[in-house]
């Protein structure tokens, strides 16, 4: 269908500043990057970014209802320590522990978005305030760090399927899930009339609460699913750092992405884009010799920069009308609305 | 002088909205613009007011020439308009969006006390004896009222000279409509500029001097003067053909699909009324009347004081318009942009969203039939579907109307009460008779209950099988059909005067905004 490909067309557009920038980068690093442009490293890109990715999605979506879930970083620590305590302690098979994990991400998420959804609390101070606790309840695990998860759990972190990294693989299967949800399921159109406006989707009997319920219990989830991957990933669960300020590393994805805070707008495709994006601009500047300080101005930079660049394009299109959406280029309306009168 | 605009031309999106436009304005004159849907009214008002940036042409306003004007330019030339879509700011109370942008200052601060004085004042010459608190929040006031308030709004700088209203009148009645014309014949022996967009017709010769009617971005019509024309040349010179009312069939007496019994309300009620299957009843009331309160009640927007509704015979209790819509229930509401229009998302998922669900096989969407009961959608409302993909912001103040009563016309869902708010506010003659046909049909065809608000009387005789007339939230009369006309409307519903416009509280509101 044609109109559906000029939506999308449109989509792409809308992402092109980012598009622009990625591809500049990467030129970038390619050239200059002595070893980046190598497949083990960008496989290991790739790993690094699987997480953030899972992560942004899932408040991705939150965001394009016009909500917001600052709890995520916690929520990925405390569920990847209880199923650390949990396999180390408790001798739980690993299978279990994760199973666990998940579900406690979700019922914190459940919490969220009963409060928010149900009891009208603002999301931003209703997840702040989920961001603290349960880093709290980390600690209350344990203030230490759990090791040692034995081979069988190692595979989820880092063994490989088709010579791809697993959580790749997740990752992967969660952006294509959030894209089928997002285009070809009733409740995702209902995600972009509720973040749109809420009155009018409530008018057309949309049920705008249980719509930003459901999004806070996946972001959760999703969340406990990250925290998992990563002490998997590296072999242990550190209850002081494991997912501290991840909340603002994907907050910085999905706006680089083009998810406007006021909801209603945004793709799967930009936050992935949006995730890459930072993880190649981070691992680019490591290979690069830059330090650590240097490499996070560079990341707040790049959310200020892209945000101007989308800022110009917005203005530069309501100069234009929407010609940036008409397929053809705009030669021919302006030779009509030139001719002398 | 006079304001004068030569050649303008604006393209959107590769298709033109204006091409090649020329217009003038005397002093001391009221200039009707009129046209079609999507004709280019807004936008040429838009190149005035500085909103919109012309690809082509001149705008000339007392002897200054410009190829296009910044906002502050225009205000600066005194140009002042009354956009078709409020640009007030709910929550900024009536003073407050009186001034904005224009504060009155000393030292830097807002010389508080002062505004509102000033604005009590202006609001009670603009409207008489009609009260409008000046602390209210604008966010509760009803549509009409808000209008009211923007009319203020733009006297109340110092040097207008161009005044223009786009639609002013869309949801007032005749009465509050006459406010409105006071004052612009006041504004008019004063020497001002007066454009005035409008598509109720007999307001064209009531207040304007000279007509001009655009089609498809083009001049159909040039500073007629209104003398030398009657309604018909006018209607055909906006629609391009004539338009004839169709005969209708008389509804004989049927089962009650509506049945309100003593419901009462936030500014209503008791209400008794039944409405039977294939029946089409039109509320007639002023400002203030309650009618919108009463559709937004049996919609479950707002929760009842007493009383039962009945669908079908089954008492009901929609708890909210979801509740409401699975009993069959539809409302098309009054305030379009804020409780219909998703204008971020485009002319599709408006039309659809009440039926994305119903289509889906386990949630998942069947695109084709949805491309179907958004291609009849489109067909029974004359929507261009070259539109289907525009966003709805995008979209002409009328055509966004067609969206929202195609969807509910046309939607998935059974629909037994088609409940309707100002059904065709902005929406042009030609269409507007079309969609009077249509209701009709598909209310004779399908059994359903119409139900629909108006304050346009004429709209209430050319819809209506029986006229329900309300003031201050009581059914004051009813008129059959064979004693529908438009004089007994008027009289039964301002014997005792308009009443006072009144708040909007009592909502169930969905939930403010967190984030
Ligand atoms: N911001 C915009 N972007 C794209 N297209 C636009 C925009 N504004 C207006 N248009 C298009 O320009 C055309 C003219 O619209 P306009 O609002 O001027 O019509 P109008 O005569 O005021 O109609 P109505 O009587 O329904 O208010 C329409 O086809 C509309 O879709
Ligand atoms: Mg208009």
Redesign the interface.
């Known amino acids: 269908?044609p109109?559906k490909l000029?939506?999308r067309a449109a989509d792409f557009i809308f992402a092109a500043p980012l598009t622009v920038a990625f591809v500049v980068m990467f030129g970038f690093f390619a050239i200059y990057g002595d070893g980046f442009f190598e497949a083990d490293n960008l496989q290991n890109v790739a790993l690094q970014s699987a997480a953030l990715c899972i992560v942004a999605v899932a408040i991705g979506l939150v965001?394009i209802a016009?909500?917001?879930d600052l709890s995520v970083g916690s929520v990925m620590g405390f569920s990847g320590v209880a199923a650390g305590y949990l396999i180390t302690q408790s001798h739980w098979s690993p299978v279990w522990a994760s199973i666990v994990g998940v579900a406690l991400g979700a019922l914190s998420g459940l919490v969220n978005g009963v409060l928010?959804a149900y009891l009208?609390?603002?999301?931003?101070i209703v997840t702040l305030g989920a961001l603290t606790i349960l880093r709290g309840a980390t600690f209350a695990i344990t203030p230490q760090t759990f090791y040692d998860f034995g081979p069988g759990f190692a595979v989820f972190g880092s063994g490989h399927f088709l010579s791809v990294p697993i959580p790749v693989w997740i990752a992967a299967a969660v952006c294509i899930a959030a894209t089928v949800f997002l285009q070809?399921?009733?409740?995702g159109?209902?995600v972009?009339?509720v973040g749109?406006?809420?009155?009018?989707?409530?008018?057309?009997?949309?049920?705008?609460?249980r719509i930003p319920l459901f999004l806070f219990v996946v972001s959760g989830a999703a969340a406990g699913l990250a925290g998992i991957i990563t002490i998997a990933r590296i072999d242990a669960a550190p209850s002081g750092s494991l997912g501290v300020g991840f909340e603002l590393s994907a907050l910085t994805a999905v706006l680089l992405g083009g998810v406007s805070?006021?909801?209603?707008?945004g793709s799967v495709f930009g936050i992935l884009l949006g995730v890459l994006f930072l993880g190649i601009l981070q691992n680019g500047l490591a290979i690069m010799n830059v330090s650590f300080a240097n490499q996070q101005i560079a990341n707040g930079l790049a959310l200020v920069v892209a945000t101007a660049l989308e800022a110009g394009s917005a203005w530069l299109s309501r100069?234009m009308?929407?010609?940036r959406?008409?397929r053809?280029p705009?030669t021919?309306?302006?030779a009509?609305?030139?001719?002398?009168? | 002088m006079a304001v004068s605009i030569?050649?303008l031309?604006?393209?959107?999106?590769?298709?033109?909205a204006l091409?090649?436009v020329?217009f003038e304005v005397g002093a001391g004159e009221v200039h009707a613009l009129l046209g079609p849907n999507g004709a280019g009214k807004s936008t040429l008002i838009r190149c005035l007011s500085g909103a919109v940036?012309p690809?082509?042409?001149t705008i000339v306003i007392e002897d200054e020439v410009y190829t296009e004007l910044s906002p502050k330019q225009a205000i600066e030339a005194g140009v002042a308009v009354i956009y078709q879509n409020t640009s007030l700011i709910p929550s900024l109370t009536v003073t407050e969006n009186v001034f904005l942008g224009e504060e009155l200052t000393r030292w830097g601060f807002v010389r508080r006390g002062t505004q509102r004085k000033e604005a009590a004042a202006l609001l009670h010459t603009l409207l008489g004896s009609a009260e409008i608190d000046p602390d209210g929040q604008v966010g509760s006031l009803p549509l009409a009222t808000r209008q009211l308030v923007e009319v203020a709004k733009a006297l109340s700088r110092a040097n207008v000279k161009l005044l223009i209203l786009d639609e002013p009148t869309a949801a007032l009645t005749e009465s509050e409509a006459h406010i409105i014309f006071d004052r612009l014949r006041r504004l008019r022996s004063q020497g001002l500029h007066i454009i005035y967009i409008t598509h109720r017709l007999q307001e064209v010769f009531e207040i304007a001097d000279r007509v001009t009617v655009l089609r498809d971005g083009k001049v159909a019509l040039a500073g007629q003067s209104v003398a030398n024309l009657d309604a018909t040349a006018v209607v055909t010179a906006i629609a391009g053909a004539r338009v004839v009312h169709p005969p209708r069939d008389e509804v004989g007496a049927s089962r009650p699909v509506l049945t309100l019994s003593g419901l009462s309300g936030t500014r209503f009620g008791p209400v008794d009324l039944e409405v039977g299957a294939g029946e089409v009843v039109g509320l007639f009331g002023a400002l203030g009347s309650g009618r919108s309160e009463l559709l937004e009640t049996i919609?479950g927007?707002r929760a009842p004081d007493a009383g039962r509704i009945l669908v079908n015979g089954h008492a009901i209790d929609p708890r909210?318009?979801?509740g409401?819509?699975?009993e069959g229930i539809a409302?098309v509401?009054a305030d379009r942009l804020?409780?219909?229009?998703?204008?971020?998302?485009?002319a599709t998922?408006n039309v659809?969203?009440?039926s994305?669900?119903k289509?889906?096989l386990f949630?998942?969407?069947r695109?084709a039939a949805e491309r179907r009961v958004f291609a009849s959608a489109a067909a029974e409302t004359s929507f261009p579907t070259a539109l289907?993909?525009r966003r709805g912001r995008?979209l002409s103040g009328g055509t966004q109307q067609k969206l929202i009563v195609g969807?509910w016309l046309r939607s998935a869902r059974p629909i037994h009460v088609l409940m309707m708010d100002e059904p065709t506010q902005g929406v042009d003659v030609g269409t507007r008779s079309e969609l009077y046909k249509i209701i009709l049909e598909s209310a004779r065809r399908d059994g359903r209950a119409v139900l629909f608000a108006s304050s346009d009387h004429e709209e209430v005789v050319a819809l209506a099988d029986r006229a329900v007339v309300m003031k201050a939230g009581r059914v004051v009369t009813e008129f059959q059909r064979s004693r529908l006309t438009e004089d007994n409307l008027i009289q039964a519903a301002h014997l005792d005067g308009a009443e006072g416009p009144a708040g909007n509280a009592g909502w169930r509101?969905?939930?403010?905004?967190?984030?």
């Open positions: 269908m109109k000029r939506g965001m016009g909500y917001i928010v009208r609390f603002s999301a931003l070809y399921t009733a409740g159109r209902h972009y009339a749109v406006s809420q009155e009018a989707a409530y008018f057309s009997g949309i049920n705008v609460r805070f006021a909801g209603g707008r100069r009308g929407v010609r959406l008409a053809r705009v021919t309306p302006v009509v609305g030139r001719e002398p009168a | 030569r050649g031309s604006k393209v959107f999106g590769g298709s033109p091409s090649g020329d940036q690809d082509a042409g919609f927007a909210k318009p979801a409401a819509i699975a409302l509401p804020r409780q219909a229009l998703l204008g971020e998302l485009d998922d659809l969203l009440p994305y669900l289509l889906a949630g998942f969407r695109l289907a993909h995008q969807r509101q969905p939930g403010a905004r967190h984030a």
